[in-house]
């Protein structure tokens, strides 16, 4: 598989996990107050995922063009 190949599919996977993230954090957002003493560390998962989604897409552009 090419560099090109390896990065696309970086992106997909981290993207899948970004958007699952989002919904983990939506939908602690709906229960609360229930499990507020989670949201620290949903809102992190979020948020780190995000950033290495951003970072995997700037990657792949600069590759791609």
């Known amino acids: 598989m090419s560099d090109i190949d390896t990065l696309k599919a970086e992106v997909k996977k981290l993207s899948t996990q970004a958007t699952?993230?989002?919904m983990d954090l939506h939908d602690l957002?709906?229960?609360l107050p229930i499990n507020w003493e989670t949201i620290p560390e949903?809102?992190?998962?979020c948020y780190d995922l995000h950033a290495k989604l951003t970072?995997?897409?700037k990657q792949l552009k600069a590759v791609t063009g």
């Open 20 to 22: 699952q993230a989002k």
């Open 29 to 31: 957002s709906e229960e």
């Open 42 to 45: 949903v809102a992190q998962k």
């Open 55 to 57: 970072e995997a897409r």
